[in-house]
């Protein structure tokens, strides 16, 4: 019977929060398509040189949320609710400090972004103009990712990824108006993309007009003990959201001193495929996160490794599908975006999209062990988890491997590092396992002599 219902939370939380991720990273991917067919291969370069941008944004978001809704689910789970209180609003404090920075940086330094970001005379005002609309609209993306983790945690995961889907839907409707019948360009692509977030917190308003919240408002010190604390937990998240982005930068020099602007429009297309895809991946760890985090507070291990097995089977079943599905529909997916025809860029993305997604098990892998440490206040795993395939890892070895073999080592590295990681996420994870077992038996050893 407990299995039977811990297997129907399970289904029902990662499902919905996998459609709802899925929804929340279309919001690039129809930006990706409707500026290919409107403006072409520099279009695409454009927009993807100021990609990384929108991933620093939504990382920050997913990091003070994830962050506070985790501490907010323990909290909760022990009675706590004035201490769980006290953490919504100490991260919507630190969300409207994010928010603050991010627009001066739109205002002040959008050009001197584009230029750091390797955007040419061809695509630097379409660059520029992305930059610029993206970081003033940030206060939308950040306090809507907020409240989507704070509800999702509140017992209300459908009401969560209706508001992904719905703000999703807005932006690819929006995307075609603005574009096309409006003829407004890379503006319109990214005025859609920042009116997203703004439809999504409308669909979550409903869960706070009818005061079905469980979450609120009070007057209280922002103190730097919660501040650290939150954003330690949610740090794996903004690692896992920023890194995308670091990569992508390092990664367009590269390719531009490689294949020029085509090569950056084919990578283009990987990347932000490489975004959906790795939305499903933290769609099933956000989803198990409410679980997992549940089960640590109320003192269930069982419950803990119940929910995470569930986790690594569905990220296996996935990892096969999605890579079958992208192994033998690599020359499609890369037609769809070739609206120029170009033979060089369907060479370049067929041969990318091959190689670059058999990371699929370990990224997925590395996403949820990742979130499980944080899920259970075991934070240093998850942050070594995380810095190694964002920074640490990921840099070095494509700097290598496209020395030894060009945009065929490009390729190669996403892979590479994301397996030698997942060995040493697994290692940590055995290692956690043991010590956590360790103290189990002394506190009980210590119990029975008392």
Request: hydrophobic share 50%; net charge positive.
């Amino acid at each position: 019977m407990y299995q039977t219902r811990c297997l129907k939370e399970f289904a029902a939380y990662v499902s919905l929060n996998i459609l709802g991720m899925i929804g929340l990273s279309c919001y690039i991917l129809a930006d990706t398509f409707f500026v290919s067919k409107a403006l072409g291969t520099n279009g695409l370069a454009a927009l993807n040189l100021a990609i990384p941008v929108y991933s620093f944004i939504h990382g920050s978001g997913l990091m003070i949320g994830m962050g506070g809704a985790t501490k907010y689910s323990i909290l909760k789970s022990q009675n706590k609710q004035q201490a769980a209180d006290r953490v919504f609003s100490n991260a919507a404090a630190l969300a409207a400090g994010f928010a603050v920075a991010f627009v001066l940086l739109g205002i002040c330094f959008s050009g001197t972004i584009a230029r750091l970001l390797g955007a040419n005379q061809a695509v630097y005002q379409m660059s520029k103009t992305y930059l610029q609309v993206i970081l003033l609209f940030a206060p939308m993306f950040l306090f809507n990712n907020v409240l989507l983790c704070f509800v999702r945690n509140d017992g209300a995961p459908q009401r969560s990824m209706a508001a992904m889907i719905g703000g999703s839907l807005s932006n690819i409707i929006l995307d075609y108006v603005f574009m096309f019948p409006f003829g407004m360009g890379i503006f319109g692509a990214v005025l859609a993309t920042g009116l997203a977030p703004v439809v999504s917190m409308m669909i979550l308003s409903p869960h706070f007009i009818r005061r079905k919240n469980g979450f609120h408002f009070v007057k209280c010190r922002m103190t730097v003990v919660r501040s650290v604390g939150i954003l330690s937990s949610g740090f794996p998240s903004f690692v896992t959201e920023v890194s995308s982005g670091v990569v992508m930068i390092v990664f367009n020099m590269i390719i531009l001193g490689l294949e020029g602007n085509i090569g950056v429009a084919a990578y283009g297309v990987i990347a932000n495929v490489s975004l959906v895809v790795l939305s499903i991946y933290t769609g099933i760890a956000q989803g198990v996160q409410p679980m997992i985090s549940r089960y640590y507070g109320a003192k269930r291990p069982d419950g803990v490794k119940t929910a995470f097995r569930y986790a690594m089977v569905t990220m296996l079943g996935v990892s096969g599908i999605v890579y079958a599905c992208v192994f033998f529909g690599a020359s499609l997916i890369a037609e769809i975006f070739n609206s120029g025809q170009d033979p060089f860029f369907q060479k370049i993305a067929v041969e990318g999209l091959r190689i670059y997604f058999a990371a699929c098990p370990f990224a997925g892998l590395n996403i949820i062990l990742s979130v499980y440490f944080t899920s259970t206040a075991y934070a240093r795993p998850a942050h070594i988890i995380s810095l190694l395939r964002g920074f640490v890892m990921i840099l070095p070895m494509v700097f290598l491997m496209s020395e030894l073999a060009g945009i065929t080592g490009v390729w190669c590295s996403f892979p590479a590092t994301e397996f030698l990681v997942g060995v040493t996420g697994v290692f940590l994870y055995a290692l956690s396992k043991r010590q956590r077992s360790s103290a189990y038996e002394n506190a009980k050893y210590a119990s029975g002599k008392l």
